[in-house]
């Protein structure tokens, strides 16, 4: 009846212009069904990809850690990763702001936890309210897509390579062993007290009485809670029903991170076929398209051996 309710309520939200509190921020992968937020743009773009063109991203939240097993039976580690009701809400263009660029928004938040102007913000779009926002970088006036598109799972291809952005877990104060892996002081012959300590800052420079410690040197401070990106991530499993995406590896934070999702710039981890551009839209759906796993190819074929020769069913019989 709760998850009923909170589909009824997102429905009221993308229909009216009137802010709806929504009665849960977060949802377990356990209970997360369809989007949520329906998608109110209108789509009049052109869908005309090249090798040099840059998609939107998307915003998402680190669920934890799992694991998978490859076509050849090893054990893959996979970091969970939910797209909870991604959208578009404004559009920079390079005419007027210099850049083209797409604000993108993610999350349920309350209204009374948003001042008048964040509120208003998605109210005079007709939007549902968001508590996650951030800007993506486009390339074309063709990756521009309209405010109110949502960006799905089936934004991303399974075997494709992603770039993961986000905030690493706060380790607090460290000393220089632990943060920057010194070696530290001898355990004995005469050393006392001072076993874990970093040892000498800086000699004199110029003077005699005089010593400088020198800007960015490695010393004792906080360690953690700094923004971290891991590149190349291998997007190993889609599961449209549930906006969730599995990525090979791990992704830096906690359980409950916001990441930050877009595709990899490398130029050796690009596309090798043309990717839904500028996003999967509505009209790209089949029937039942959400209740299908989409793979990648590691996880459903078996390597191939170099070397290897094809053996002929025929001439081995005849050899037997």
């Known amino acids: 009846m709760a998850l009923a309710r909170l589909h009824s309520l997102c429905r009221c939200a993308a229909s009216s212009s009137l802010a709806v509190a929504l009665p849960r921020a977060r949802l377990s992968p356990q209970l997360a069904g369809p989007s949520r937020s329906l998608c109110t743009a209108v789509f009049d773009v052109k869908r005309l990809w090249s090798p040099t063109s840059?998609?939107?991203?998307?915003?998402?939240?680190?669920?934890?850690?799992?694991?998978?097993?490859?076509?050849?039976?090893?054990?893959?580690?996979?970091?969970?990763?939910?797209?909870?009701d991604c959208q578009v809400?404004?559009?920079?263009?390079?005419?007027?702001?210099?850049?083209?660029?797409?604000?993108?928004?993610?999350?349920?938040?309350?209204?009374?936890?948003?001042?008048?102007?964040?509120?208003?913000?998605?109210?005079?779009?007709?939007?549902?309210?968001?508590?996650?926002?951030?800007?993506?970088?486009?390339?074309?006036?063709?990756?521009?897509?309209?405010?109110?598109?949502?960006?799905?799972?089936?934004?991303?291809?399974?075997?494709?390579?992603?770039?993961?952005?986000?905030?690493t877990k706060g380790k607090g104060f460290a000393g220089g062993m632990k943060r920057w892996g010194f070696k530290g002081q001898p355990a004995s012959h005469g050393a006392s007290l001072s076993h874990r300590s970093i040892g000498a800052l800086n000699g004199s420079t110029g003077n005699l009485m005089k010593t400088n410690v020198w800007k960015g040197k490695k010393m004792p401070g906080r360690m953690g809670g700094k923004r971290a990106t891991m590149e190349g991530l291998l997007v190993w499993k889609v599961l449209p029903k549930y906006n969730i995406i599995l990525l090979k590896g791990s992704v830096p934070g906690c359980t409950g991170t916001t990441v930050r999702i877009r595709d990899s710039n490398h130029p050796k981890l690009g596309f090798k076929s043309p990717p839904p551009f500028p996003t999967f839209l509505p009209s790209d759906a089949k029937e039942g398209d959400d209740e299908k796993e989409l793979l990648c190819a590691e996880a459903l074929e078996l390597p191939a051996v170099k070397g290897a020769k094809e053996v002929n069913p025929g001439k081995a019989g005849k050899k037997a």
């Open 54 to 84: 840059q998609r939107v991203g998307a915003i998402g939240m680190k669920c934890g850690m799992s694991q998978a097993w490859a076509a050849n039976g090893t054990r893959v580690p996979v970091t969970v990763i939910e797209l909870q």
């Open 89 to 167: 809400v404004k559009v920079r263009r390079a005419m007027s702001d210099g850049l083209n660029a797409l604000q993108v928004a993610a999350g349920w938040q309350k209204r009374k936890r948003m001042r008048i102007d964040e509120a208003n913000h998605f109210i005079t779009k007709g939007l549902p309210l968001k508590r996650y926002m951030r800007e993506f970088a486009v390339t074309a006036e063709d990756a521009l897509l309209p405010v109110g598109t949502t960006i799905g799972a089936r934004h991303f291809v399974p075997g494709q390579y992603v770039d993961v952005q986000s905030k």
